[in-house]
């Protein structure tokens, strides 16, 4: 047994032994309390999943005796309640993931291909650019929506990095405190405002003028798209870059401001270095909401899985993953339906790989600023 092992063995010894003093300090009734709040809460969850009409019923008494344990047992019962809901939201996470994925198999196998006499699973959807949900043969390609996605990301990166880190740079170190008390919060109210109403702007306004200027026809186009995502992306990446910046140790810029620097080289040359870390997580949370965006491009975006001629022109739109199945999911069944499942989990792993690169990267900002080693 290696030594990681050995020391993870003893955490969870040691914290089973924690549990079980505190279990034995309680009065019997308050576990026998617990006990049938969490037998009922258990006996709900097998209801729910079996889809059983009486899953009212030990719902109900999970409730009931969750209140009276609440009140005769209050320490008792808010621990078991708070890990009952940090576990709830870890198992219904888990369960729209193996959801999707079930959902999505058919259409990975139906679109299997061979390499050197492996069959692939799905190969067929990230090789050919084919496609059609009416035709005989059908095909389901996923080439057209991932490429529209990836150039929406990126002038949506090109649009929110620079301007968001610019703005978080003049709201940590350049904005009186009266200023950043003002303009930070505004900023993130603009969070808050609903994708439809950025997308109906941009239909209104943007695809209008777009269509006039560069005599574009049909409807929106990849690079009007992607500057509306990109100001959709502006408050988070403004956010959580301004924190980071903000997270700098002040010695470490006075030390700069006393070795003869100015201002602005302070900032570009120690400010910015030292957050790198936080401002980079801070872009690629910003990716991560122009990637999963829905409403914006569906509104803006014509809905044709197919690729744009040439691959480079930005000023065609046709589809993403998420205008893909907000347009189809209505009227989808039977293979079409798992295609966009499967473009459900494309979506999925993207964000997630996105989201852990993010925390990973930040986790990496706080032990460097930290002095961890």
């Known amino acids: 047994m290696t030594r990681v092992q050995t020391d993870a063995r003893d955490a969870l010894t040691r914290r ?4 079980s003093g505190f279990v034995a300090d309680q009065e019997p009734q308050a ?82 291909g061979t390499v050197l006499g492996i069959s692939v699973p799905g190969l067929r959807m990230f090789t050919q650019a084919r496609w059609d ?46 200023v950043r008390e003002v303009v930070k919060p505004g900023v993130e109210i603009l969070a808050g405002i609903p994708s439809i109403v950025y997308g109906f702007i941009g239909f209104t306004i943007l695809s209008p003028w777009a269509a006039d200027q560069f005599r574009t026809t049909g409807q929106g186009s990849y690079l009007f798209v992607g500057i ?15 924190d980071a910046l903000s997270s700098v140790p002040e010695s470490m810029k006075s030390g700069s401001l006393a070795m003869g620097t100015t201002d602005w080289q302070t900032m570009t040359s120690i400010t910015l270095p030292a957050a790198f870390s936080g401002v980079s997580a801070a872009v690629l949370l910003g990716v991560g909401r122009a990637i999963g965006e829905t409403m914006a491009a569906t509104v803006m975006l014509r809905g044709v899985p197919q690729l744009t001629k040439p691959l480079y022109n930005a000023f065609y739109g046709q589809a993403t993953l998420t205008s893909l199945i907000a347009n189809n999911y209505g009227e989808a069944d039977g293979l079409q339906m ?36």
């Open 16 to 19: 089973w032994q924690q549990l």
């Open 31 to 112: 576990v026998l309390t617990v006990g049938l709040m969490v037998g009922s809460l258990l006996a709900a969850l097998a209801g729910f999943l079996l889809v059983s009409p009486l899953t009212i019923v030990p719902f109900t008494a999970f409730l009931a005796t969750a209140g009276y344990g609440w009140v005769r047992h209050q320490g008792l019962t808010a621990r078991m309640l708070t890990l009952a809901m940090t576990a709830s939201t870890i198992l219904i996470l888990l369960l729209i993931t193996l959801f999707i994925l079930v959902e999505s198999i058919p259409v990975f196998v139906y679109e299997s």
């Open 133 to 178: 949900a009416v035709s005989d043969p059908v095909r389901y390609s996923m080439v057209p929506m991932i490429h529209g996605t990836a150039m929406v990301t990126i002038i949506a990166t090109a649009v929110a990095a620079p301007l968001g880190v610019s703005a978080a740079l003049f709201l940590s170190e350049i904005a009186p405190a009266t």
């Open 228 to 242: 509306v995502v990109g100001l959709m992306a502006l408050p988070t990446v403004v956010s959580v870059a301004e």
């Open 338 to 373: 798992d295609a966009l499942f499967a473009a459900g989990v494309i979506l999925f792993l993207t964000v997630l790989v996105i989201s852990i690169g993010s925390q990973y990267i930040e986790w990496q900002m706080r032990r460097k600023l930290g002095g961890e080693n």
